[in-house]
C-alpha cells in the first residue's frame, strides 16, 4: 500500500503543471528568462529525440547533430532566402531531416556498437564540411544571419498576446510545438513500435530470432529520431536569429548525448531533466567564469563514475531504497 | 600547369601526410588493440605542442632545445596518458562503449580548458632547429630540410612498428589482445599491462606529433578539436585498427587535400570528407581493414 502523501503526489498531472509554468514565463519572467527557457525547450527536444536511439534502441549516436542542423538549415534558407512561411518551412525541415536521416540512416544501421557510433559521426561532420563550404547556398562559415521569426500578426489583435514582445511569441510557439513533439514521440516510445525498439536493444539476435527486421526497426527509429531533432534545429535557427555551421559541429553531438546522460536515459523524461540542468548550469557557471567546458568535464566524469543512470536515475533508485527501507520499518 | 607545380603540390601533400600519419597510428593502434575511439587523442596532441612551446622556452638558455624538447613534450604526453589509463580508462573497459566514447570527450574537455589556463589563447610558435633551417631544390621546388625530414620520420616510425608489432614477443601479445582479450588473459598474460603500455605508446606519439608539427603550423586553442576529424578520416580511409591501412589512408588524405584545392578551390575540404563517403557506403571497414562481423 502507498503512503498517502505519495498517492497524492502521483494524482497530480506534473507534466501538464510544466506545461503550464512554461506557459506563464513570458508574463512572470524577464526578457533573459523567456531566452533561457527557449533554450531548455529546444534542447529538451533535442536530447529526447536522441534518446529515442540511445535509450529506447541502444543505439550510440554520435553524429545527432546533424539532423539538428539539417533542420536549422532548411528551415532557415526557406524562411530566409526564399521567404517561405514558418507553417510550411518547420514541416518541410521535419520531412527534409528525415529523408536524411533516411539516406545516411540506411548505411549506419548496417553497423553495430562503435562502428555504428562512427558511420553516425562521419556523417556528421560530411554535414559540417558541406555547410561550412558550400557558400551559395548555407552561406558558408558566414553562416545564414538574419532568419526571420515567423509572422505574429494576426496575433496583435488577441488579448494578453498581442502585447507581448515578438520572442515571447515566439517562445509560446515553442513551448507548443516542443510539448506536442515530445507528447508525439511518449506515444511512439509507448506503441508496439516502440516496445519493438526496446527489445532490439534488449536483445538484438534474440529479437531477428523472432522474426523481427532488426534493420528496418533500427532505420525507422533513426529517422523518427532525426525528423524531430531536425524540430529542434529548425526552431534554434529562429530563436538564434541566425544559423552557423557550427550548429554541426561534432563537439555539439557529444553535448546533447551528456545532457541525455544527465538527465538518464532509462526515463522519458531524463533528457528533459538534463537539458534544463545543463542550461541552468552553463547559465549560472559562465557568469562566474570562463572555463566552463572544465566544469562540464568534470560533471561528465562524475556522472560517469558515479551516477552512470543520472538524475532521474539517482532519484528513482533512492526513491526504491527509501521506500524499501520504510517498508522494513512497517513491518518491523 | 607545370610539372614543378605540381611536384610542389605532391610534396605537401606528403608532409601533410606524414604528419597525420603519426598522429593517426596512435588512434588506430588504440582502437583496434582496446576498442576505443579516443576523442581525447587530439588533446594530446595538443598538449604536446604546448609541451614543447614550454620545453623550448626553459631550455634556451641552457642547449639549443628543439630536439630535447621534442623528447620531453612526447614523454611529458606518455606519461599524461599512462596516469589517464591507470586512474580512470581502465575502469571503463567492461562498460558501454558509449560512456568510454564520453569519458575521452570529458578529457577533450578539461584539457582544452587546462592548455588554456595553462598557456593562455595568443598564438604560440617554435623556430625551426638550425640543423633543418635549410631546404633543398628538386625539379624546380623548394623542399625546406624539416619537411624532408618529416617525410622520412613517417616511414620510418610506420616501418618500426610494424617490426615491433609482427616480430617481437610484445607486439605478438599486443595482437592477441587486439583478437581475443579473454582468451589472452585465461593463458596468463597480463591484459592490463597490455593495454596500459598501448595506451601509452599512443600518447607517446600524439605528443611526439604534437611536437613536431609546432615549426610549421602556429599552436592555438581548438586545434584539439580539428586535428581528431583530420585523424578520424584517414582511419576511416584506410580501415580501423588496420596499421598499415593508417599508413595509406594519410598519404591519400594528404593527396587528395592538396589536389582538390587545384580541382575544386574552396572545397578541398570537402573533396576529403566526400572520399570519406564513398569508402564509408562502399566498404564501411575500410580500403586495408576486414570486413566487421
Known amino acids: 500500500m502507498m503512503p498517502r502523501g505519495e498517492a497524492l503526489l502521483r494524482r497530480i498531472p506534473w507534466t501538464l503543471v510544466v506545461f503550464l509554468a512554461a506557459l506563464v514565463v513570458p508574463w512572470l519572467g524577464s526578457r533573459y528568462d523567456t531566452l533561457i527557457a527557449t533554450l531548455i525547450a529546444i534542447d529538451a527536444l533535442f536530447a529526447v529525440s536522441l534518446n529515442l536511439l540511445l535509450g529506447t534502441t541502444g543505439l550510440v549516436s554520435f553524429g545527432h547533430v546533424a539532423y539538428f542542423g539539417i533542420g536549422a538549415y532548411i528551415c532557415g534558407i526557406l524562411m530566409k532566402t526564399y521567404g517561405v512561411a514558418f507553417t510550411l518551412a518547420l514541416p518541410a525541415a521535419a520531412l527534409g531531416t528525415a529523408a536524411f536521416a533516411l539516406v545516411f540512416g540506411f548505411f549506419c544501421v548496417r553497423l553495430i556498437r562503435i562502428y555504428f557510433a562512427m558511420l553516425t559521426l562521419a556523417f556528421s561532420q560530411i554535414v559540417w564540411a558541406i555547410c561550412y563550404k558550400w557558400n551559395d547556398v548555407t552561406g558558408g562559415d558566414q553562416g545564414l544571419p538574419n532568419v526571420p521569426y515567423p509572422d505574429f500578426d494576426w496575433l496583435s489583435a488577441v488579448p494578453w498576446f498581442g502585447d507581448l514582445r515578438v520572442d515571447d511569441q515566439f517562445y509560446l510557439l515553442t513551448i507548443v510545438i516542443v510539448a506536442l513533439s515530445l507528447a508525439a514521440m511518449q506515444r511512439i516510445i509507448g506503441s508496439p513500435f516502440g516496445r519493438m525498439l526496446t527489445t532490439i536493444r534488449e536483445n538484438p539476435e534474440r529479437a531477428a530470432f523472432i522474426g523481427i527486421n532488426v534493420r528496418a526497426y533500427e532505420l525507422a527509429a533513426f529517422v523518427v529520431a532525426g525528423g524531430f531533432a531536425g524540430i529542434a534545429g529548425a526552431l534554434f535557427g529562429i530563436s538564434s536569429r541566425g544559423v552557423f555551421s557550427d550548429f554541426v559541429y ?31 548550469l552553463n547559465d549560472k557557471i559562465t557568469s562566474y567564469t570562463e572555463y566552463w567546458p572544465l566544469v562540464l568535464g568534470i560533471i561528465l566524469l562524475v556522472l560517469l563514475f558515479a551516477f552512470p543512470g543520472g538524475i532521474v536515475g539517482g532519484i528513482v533508485a533512492g526513491v526504491s531504497r527509501l521506500r524499501r527501507r520504510a517498508g522494513r520499518r512497517a513491518r518491523a | 600547369m607545370p610539372a614543378s607545380f605540381l611536384f610542389g603540390q605532391f610534396l605537401g601533400g606528403l608532409t601533410t601526410a606524414m604528419f597525420l600519419f603519426l598522429i593517426a597510428s596512435g588512434l588506430s593502434l588504440v582502437f583496434g588493440v582496446m576498442r576505443v575511439l579516443n576523442f581525447a587523442h587530439g588533446s594530446f596532441y595538443m598538449i604536446g605542442a604546448y609541451l614543447a612551446w614550454q620545453a623550448v622556452q626553459w631550455l634556451t638558455p641552457l642547449l639549443s632545445g628543439f630536439w630535447p624538447a621534442v623528447l620531453a613534450a612526447a614523454l611529458g604526453v606518455a606519461l599524461l596518458g599512462f596516469i589517464v589509463e591507470r586512474l580512470l580508462l581502465r575502469h571503463l573497459y567492461g562498460r558501454e562503449e558509449l560512456y568510454q566514447l564520453l569519458f575521452t570527450y570529458a578529457l577533450v574537455l578539461i584539457l582544452g580548458d587546462a592548455a588554456k589556463a595553462a598557456w593562455g589563447t595568443q598564438q604560440l610558435s617554435v623556430s625551426r632547429p638550425a640543423i633543418l633551417a635549410g631546404g633543398f631544390d628538386i625539379f624546380g621546388t623548394t623542399l625546406p630540410a624539416y619537411n624532408l625530414f618529416i617525410m622520412l620520420l613517417g616511414p620510418t616510425i610506420a616501418v618500426a612498428a610494424w617490426l615491433a608489432l609482427t616480430r617481437s614477443t610484445a607486439g605478438r601479445m599486443v595482437r592477441a589482445a587486439a583478437l581475443d582479450r579473454e582468451m589472452l588473459g585465461a593463458l596468463g598474460a597480463n591484459v592490463g599491462a597490455i593495454y596500459t603500455g598501448m595506451f601509452v605508446v599512443s600518447s607517446f606519439l600524439a605528443g611526439l606529433a604534437g611536437a613536431l608539427v609546432t615549426p610549421i603550423q602556429s599552436i592555438v586553442p581548438g586545434m584539439d578539436v580539428s586535428i581528431i576529424v583530420d585523424a578520424f578520416i584517414v582511419v576511416v580511409i584506410g580501415g580501423l585498427g588496420s596499421f598499415w591501412g593508417t599508413f595509406w589512408g594519410s598519404v591519400i588524405y594528404g593527396q587528395v587535400l592538396s589536389f582538390g584545392i587545384l580541382i575544386f578551390p574552396g572545397f578541398s575540404l570537402f573533396s576529403v570528407f566526400a572520399l570519406m563517403a564513398v569508402i564509408l557506403i562502399v566498404r564501411p571497414w575500410g580500403l586495408f581493414g576486414r570486413p566487421l562481423r
Request: proline share 6%; no cysteine; glycine share 12%.
Open chain 1, 250 to 280: 561534432w563537439p555539439k553531438s557529444a553535448e546533447v548525448m551528456i545532457m541525455t546522460i544527465l538527465g538518464g536515459m532509462e526515463h522519458f523524461w531524463g533528457p528533459v531533466v538534463g537539458a534544463a540542468t545543463l542550461v541552468l
